[in-house]
């Protein structure tokens, strides 16, 4: 009995294991043959960075140079400035710790259109500087504490970018009111502490959110944010 026993078992087991190895091909989950999903903040065709900086400071250096160029003649400044929102938009898609290096590269490139508009060399270094904290700021509150590009999915996000885009052009708008009156220039002082905010939001609204990663939404939006949409 003990020889019969020991021959039929290597059968027995053999059979026993195709048995459960057909099982375990049953009871497996589907492989899913849909391709998988785009990740946040990656899109299909990508550009090197040094080729997306100098394609966003050149241009930088001709928009500011039309802005001032066709600037109504009533006005001692442009009618609005598109500058900040495409210079926000430069330094949200890097890191904070380049925030720096960004806003001066920006500075470098809108500083001499600044000059040749008319404007005196200290005041427009000062405007300048003041323009390079506005960006700076901007960036480091839409990278968040995490650190990374900025959406606009939820109503959430658009209330942040909103009170963002409106806190740094107020900023800039005290501080080139401030370094105005310190260097003298009382009359345009006036004029920037009431139309600079305007003119930097009206930039950064327009202009920032083209930059920005737009995921398609699943759920139609509330009748609040669709108002808001519109207003904006």
Same mark, same amino acid.
């Given at each position: 009995?003990?020889?019969?026993?020991?021959?039929?078992?290597?059968?027995?087991?053999?059979?026993?294991?195709?048995?459960?190895?057909?099982? &375990?091909?049953?009871?497996?989950?589907?492989?899913?043959?849909?391709?998988?999903?785009?990740?946040?903040?990656?899109?299909?065709?990508?550009?090197?960075?040094?080729?997306?900086?100098?394609?966003?400071?050149?241009?930088?250096?001709?928009?500011?140079?039309? %802005?001032?160029?066709?600037?109504?003649?009533?006005?001692?400044?442009?009618?609005?400035?598109?500058?900040?929102?495409?210079?926000?938009?430069?330094?949200?898609?890097?890191?904070?710790?380049?925030?720096?290096?960004?806003?001066?590269?920006?500075?470098?490139?809108?500083?001499?259109?600044?000059?040749?508009?008319?404007?005196?060399?200290?005041?427009?270094?000062?405007?300048?500087?003041?323009? %390079?904290?506005?960006?700076?700021? &901007?960036?480091?509150?839409?990278?968040?504490?995490?650190?990374?590009?900025?959406?606009?999915?939820?109503?959430?996000?658009?209330?942040?970018?909103?009170?963002?885009?409106?806190?740094?052009?107020? =900023?800039?708008? =005290?501080?080139?009111? &401030?370094?105005?009156?310190?260097?003298?220039?009382?009359?345009?002082?006036?004029?920037?502490?009431?139309?600079?905010?305007?003119?930097?939001?009206?930039?950064?609204?327009?202009?920032?959110?083209?930059?920005?990663?737009?995921?398609?939404?699943?759920?139609?939006?509330?009748?609040?944010? %669709?108002?808001?949409?519109?207003?904006?």
């Amino acid at each position: 009995m003990d020889t019969v026993k020991s021959s039929e078992s290597p059968g027995s087991d053999s059979r026993r294991q195709t048995l459960l190895d057909d099982l &375990g091909g049953v009871l497996a989950p589907p492989k899913d043959s849909r391709p998988s999903a785009p990740q946040p903040g990656r899109s299909r065709w990508q550009v090197p960075n040094w080729v997306f900086i100098a394609g966003m400071l050149l241009a930088t250096f001709l928009v500011a140079a039309l %802005s001032l160029q066709t600037r109504p003649t009533a006005l001692a400044t442009a009618a609005w400035w598109p500058i900040a929102g495409i210079a926000l938009a430069l330094g949200m898609r890097f890191p904070r710790k380049y925030a720096w290096i960004l806003a001066a590269a920006v500075a470098a490139v809108t500083l001499p259109v600044v000059v040749w508009a008319g404007r005196p060399p200290p005041l427009a270094i000062a405007l300048t500087v003041a323009a %390079s904290i506005e960006m700076v700021i &901007g960036t480091w509150l839409l990278r968040g504490r995490r650190d990374r590009s900025p959406t606009l999915s939820t109503s959430r996000d658009l209330g942040k970018f909103l009170l963002i885009a409106i806190g740094t052009s107020v =900023l800039y708008g =005290l501080l080139a009111w &401030g370094s105005s009156r310190l260097l003298g220039d009382l009359e345009g002082a006036h004029d920037r502490l009431l139309t600079s905010a305007p003119k930097h939001a009206a930039g950064i609204l327009l202009l920032t959110p083209l930059f920005m990663y737009l995921p398609r939404r699943q759920q139609r939006a509330k009748y609040f944010e %669709s108002t808001v949409q519109v207003l904006v």
